[in-house]
């Protein structure tokens, strides 16, 4: 079992830049799925991006693409989410979760995330 740990929410203004990070315990570095989502209340979760945490691959939805990036660092078994050019589009609790599967399965669209954080609030507003 992956326990995942959010941090770095919080508000900015419109243009500014939030870092998030998960940490993983229990991470083993390989084989693992990563990815961040988001949601506002009254909507759909929304896929954000992806890391195969075996060889860094990435994926990251259309909306963000460009003005996020995920990384990783297995020393301190965190996956970090750099957002950048913020608008209010991308106000939402972001949650990052994990599975275990094989690569060619690590989207936004796998159905199968078990693994969730507890989220935390991203505000983007004047």
């Known amino acids: 079992q992956v326990q995942l740990v959010e941090s770095g929410g919080g508000s900015v203004q419109p243009g500014g830049s939030l870092r998030l990070s998960c940490v993983a315990s229990r991470y083993t570095g390989s084989g693992l799925c990563i990815g961040w989502f988001r949601q506002v209340p009254g909507k759909e979760r929304e896929g954000v991006a992806t890391i195969y945490t075996s060889d860094g691959s990435t994926y990251y939805n259309d909306s963000v693409k460009g003005r996020f990036t995920i990384s990783q660092d297995n020393a301190r078994n965190t996956v970090s989410l750099q957002m950048n050019s913020l608008t209010p589009g991308d106000a939402a609790t972001y949650f990052c979760?994990?599975?275990?599967?094989?690569?060619?399965?690590?989207?936004?669209?796998?159905?199968?995330?078990?693994?969730w954080g507890q989220g935390t609030q991203v505000t983007v507003s004047s």
């Open positions: 979760a994990a599975t275990r599967i094989p690569r060619a399965r690590c989207y936004t669209n796998e159905p199968f995330f078990p693994f």
